[in-house]
């Protein structure tokens, strides 16, 4: 039953993107393409999927929660067009496919992602979006993507990253770097769930500490298939953190306290969800198939 | 009085951008240092501005919003940092200082773009500015700004510009360009003015009027200065433009057209204010003043 949740999920935010990218726009053309070559490109959609399930399992419409979790997934896609840029990681292939500059051009890119960004208030803000969610809501849910998004969220993460080039860090500093990353947008898509829902403050704090646990976990399996991962399974390189002597999981903890740390926060994660019984069926199932990935 | 009303409202709109921006921020300091560079380094503060006053003279209230009034010049100062890059149009110099990148790198000015873009929507959607302007309004406000950022408005109008780049255009192309590159944040500054305070219908058009012609005469007026211009007093070079074989106004309808085209557009956006009586004297002199100046 989770697979074929998971697939309807995916299958709608696939439709409602593309139903905001129509492909007829003609002025604009090269930089919508280039927002739907990458958008539209694949893509795990984790977090859009945390939008919708939280609304559902804390009471809220599916139809409602929509508008934020295509908006989510925006700004992720953003900050991976302008993430691979020459000026930032510099990276040919993203998804198995050339990257956005590679194929539009430096400028195109920028814009293609600066135009995301900004198409996700659009979208979240659109009248709507607003009719359906009522407007205090959808003013809260999009000022706690904003934030997320920011400085002081996902951007202060690749700040950090920035700042820590080819300098051992602490694990505090990479947690603080992680959870501005990749965690903040994993945080922010679990409590719009539930703010669209209309959800209490115990719901809310039950989401978020399963977002909290999925966004660490997630990233130390990242760092621990760089290690033990097989590279055609992953589709990149294998050991290249080490390669590059950056600070990792398992550099800092160790395999073995990488993988415990793995198996209780995953443990923390279902824990959490408990209060919501078997409603939370989907989202527990996620937090264990992401524990084990093997790409 | 419109100079010291200007000067105060400049000084309220620079006191807040501060404040949004605090020095002591470490974490993230590289990236904040970047965007108080650019945010705080000057600039005309036309859009705040104009946010206020449109606010003011619907009947609305000036605290309300200012953050939206700060929300536009964050817009506005990110699209100048990332229009600067190398891949963009590769400008060494900004408002008389070396651009964000020259001070900071490409990956940092790239990032303080990004968190300028974003942190826009933060101050619209904090917990203050919904309180103050309600959450319809400040939904809706904010709305109508990220569309005139996005894809369809500023975004779009960069898109046609490299699209148009080596190409002769038309007039009605060049206008276009323009009315997304500069005239969709000075039309969206008007309309959130306006809903901000709750105007109806008729003085939304008014402003809406008033705001569509002053955006295209401030485009026309920068190619006259670009034939007739000192370069001392503009702080550039002139010339440039049909040095570029770029097409303007003045090389599409001639000197005599364009400069009369600015008259036109000028008496029009005071007609359009000619219902708000004494109240718009200082956008009727903002309208001249941009008409008639000389950098």
Partial sequence: MPDRSEKNLIEMVNAKLTEYLPEEDILQADVITAMRYSLLGGGKRIRPVLVLEFCRICGGDEQTALPFACAVE?????????????????????????????????????????????????????????????????????????????????????????????RSISLETLKKMDEGKTGALILA??????????????????????????????????????????????????????????????????????????????AAAVEALSGFGGDAGYLIELAKKLAARKK
Same sequence: chains 1, 2.
Avoid: W
């Fill in 74 to 166: 925006m700004i992720h896609t953003y900050s991976l067009i302008h993430d691979d840029l020459p000026c930032m990681d510099d990276d040919d292939m993203r998804r198995g496919r050339p990257s956005s500059h590679k194929v539009f051009g430096e400028d195109t890119a920028l814009l293609a992602g600066d135009a995301l960004l900004t198409m996700a208030f659009e979208t979240m803000l659109s009248e709507e979006s607003v009719r359906l969610a009522g407007a205090q809501r959808a003013a809260k849910a999009a000022g706690y993507l904003a934030r997320a998004a920011g400085a002081h969220g996902m951007v202060g993460g690749q700040v950090i990253d920035l700042m820590s080039e080819g």
């Fill in 189 to 266: 898509s679990a409590q719009m769930g539930c703010i669209l829902a209309g959800a209490d403050d115990r719901r809310m704090a039950a989401a978020e500490n399963y977002a909290r646990a999925i966004g660490l976990a997630f990233q130390i399996v990242d760092d621990i298939l760089d290690v033990t991962g097989d590279a055609q399974t992953l589709g990149k390189p294998v050991g290249s953190d080490s390669g590059n002597n950056k600070c990792t999981y398992v550099s800092l903890m160790g395999l073995g306290n990488a993988e415990k740390t793995v198996e209780e926060l995953t």
